[in-house]
């Protein structure tokens, strides 16, 4: 599946079980654990220097490294999250050259992909002292394992609802 097809995908997802997947108790609280192990690594990112160091570089180096093609690492489930968290997702590219869900202020998702959460570039681990990126990997980790722990109760629940 590319990911126009994906998007459609997730989208009839939506449409025909986003009311019980949302009102699913065992979703609800696994959404607002994701939500607060995000945050904290946001928070993280804040305080190790990486934000501040992403910005830079995106302001005086054009350099982001959301580049085009990432958006095929999505899959239908992890776009579906986006859109039960109340995100659009995009229909064409802010930019010809990055991923699909880079746009003017960053990144528009709030649930990422593994690589997306977890990448340093060469030029931050270099940067940033050891003892913050420790800090850093510490949130992104538990942010991934919230992530890994949704994806597989959305995609159990969808398997048991179209059985
Ligand atoms: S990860 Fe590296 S290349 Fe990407 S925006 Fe941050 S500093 Fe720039
Ligand atoms: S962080 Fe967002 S914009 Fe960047 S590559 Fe990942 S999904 Fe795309």
Request: proline residues 3%.
């Amino acid at each position: 599946m590319n990911i126009t097809e994906k998007i459609r995908t997730a989208h009839d997802l939506c449409l025909k079980w986003g009311a019980e997947l949302k009102s699913d108790p065992l979703i609800s609280s696994q959404l607002r654990e994701l939500s607060a192990r995000t945050e904290a690594s946001r928070l993280a990112s804040l305080r190790s220097g990486v934000a501040d160091a992403c910005r830079r570089c995106d302001e005086n180096e054009g350099g982001s490294c959301c580049g085009a093609g990432i958006e095929d690492r999505y899959t239908p489930e992890l776009l579906l999250i986006n859109l039960i968290v109340g995100i659009e997702l995009p229909e064409s590219r802010y930019s010809e050259d990055s991923c699909l869900f880079l746009h003017s202020r960053g990144c528009i998702l709030p649930v990422r992909d593994i690589l997306c959460i977890n990448y340093l570039c060469s030029k931050l681990q270099k940067e940033i002292p050891h003892g913050n990126l420790l800090s850093l990997q510490d949130a992104t980790g538990r942010e991934m394992d919230a992530v890994f722990v949704l994806h597989n109760t959305i995609r159990n629940f969808i398997k048991k609802l179209t059985a």
